[in-house]
């Protein structure tokens, strides 16, 4: 059993993995990358919109941005690494045990 769910990890998330390293790095046409960017986009924007405070304020020159400048390096970028690090990671970590365990799956088939 651990064999078929094996075998069908690893035939769903290598191709998946491989089209959407291509898509990114535009080798599939600019659609494909648009249509991927706007995927990894999507929980970007809504979590400002549920959040309004950690989007970063308006650039303008430095002389007169340094107020901004300082609020964007000091308390922005510190709350987006800690909203954002635990679902990047947690959404890693989740790829990672499937491919993992489709390894080890199509591994026993070899027994």
Do not use: E
């Given at each position: 059993?651990?064999?078929f769910f094996g075998i069908i990890?690893?035939?769903i998330l290598w191709p998946a993995s491989g089209y959407y390293l291509l898509g990114i790095l535009g080798w599939l046409g600019l659609?494909?990358?648009e249509k991927l960017l706007s995927l990894m986009i999507k929980p970007n924007a809504w979590l400002e919109q549920k959040i309004p405070y950690i989007k970063y304020k308006n650039i303008?020159?430095?002389s007169k941005n340094f107020?901004?400048?300082v609020e964007n390096?000091?308390?922005k970028l510190p709350l987006r690494?800690?909203?954002y690090l635990p679902v990047s990671l947690l959404i890693l970590g989740i790829?990672?045990?499937l491919a993992f365990f489709s390894i080890i799956g199509t591994g026993s088939c070899f027994q």
């Open positions: 059993m651990s064999c990890g690893v035939a659609r494909t990358q303008k020159p430095i107020p901004n400048i390096t000091f308390i690494l800690i909203i790829g990672g045990a």
